[in-house]
Nanobody, 124 residues
Framework: QVQLVESGGGLVQAGDSLRLSCAAS????????VGWFRQSPGKEHEFVVA????????AYAESVKGRFTDSRDDAKNTVYLEMNSLKPEDTAVYYC?????????????????WGQGTQVTVSS
């Protein structure tokens, strides 16, 4: 059973940067596709980015392409989401999720494990 814990959210101003962390236990993230999703009040979970570390490949949502980048630290079994040039519309609860295998899934329901989320608020 993989457990995921997000951290790093907060209140920032438009144009600022923020780095979210997703720490895993119970499994090695390099064996999983790791996705980031976000959810605003009253909306569905929105895909942000998914990365396959074996045979590396990454998919980004158009809304974050060029601004968000994910990376990992194998020693810490942690994945990061670096968010730059933040906009008020990026305000949401951000979740990481893990799916064993190699498929770059972009649907929330395709993943097997999810974290509890971390709030990101971007003021204008």
């Amino acid at each position: 059973q993989v457990q995921l814990v997000e951290s790093g959210g907060g209140l920032v101003q438009a144009g600022d940067s923020l780095r979210l962390s997703c720490a895993a236990s119970g499994g090695t993230l390099s064996s999983y596709v790791v996705g980031w999703f976000r959810q605003s009040p009253g909306k569905e979970h929105e895909f942000v980015v998914a990365t396959r570390w074996n045979g590396p490949s990454t998919a980004y949502a158009e809304s974050v392409k060029g601004r968000f980048t994910d990376s990992r630290d194998d020693a810490k079994n942690t994945v990061y989401l670096e968010m730059n040039s933040l906009k008020p519309e990026d305000t949401a609860v951000y979740y990481c999720a893990a799916l064993r295998g190699t498929r770059l899934a972009t649907n929330w329901g395709d993943y097997t494990y999810w974290g509890q989320g971390t709030q990101v608020t971007v003021s204008s």
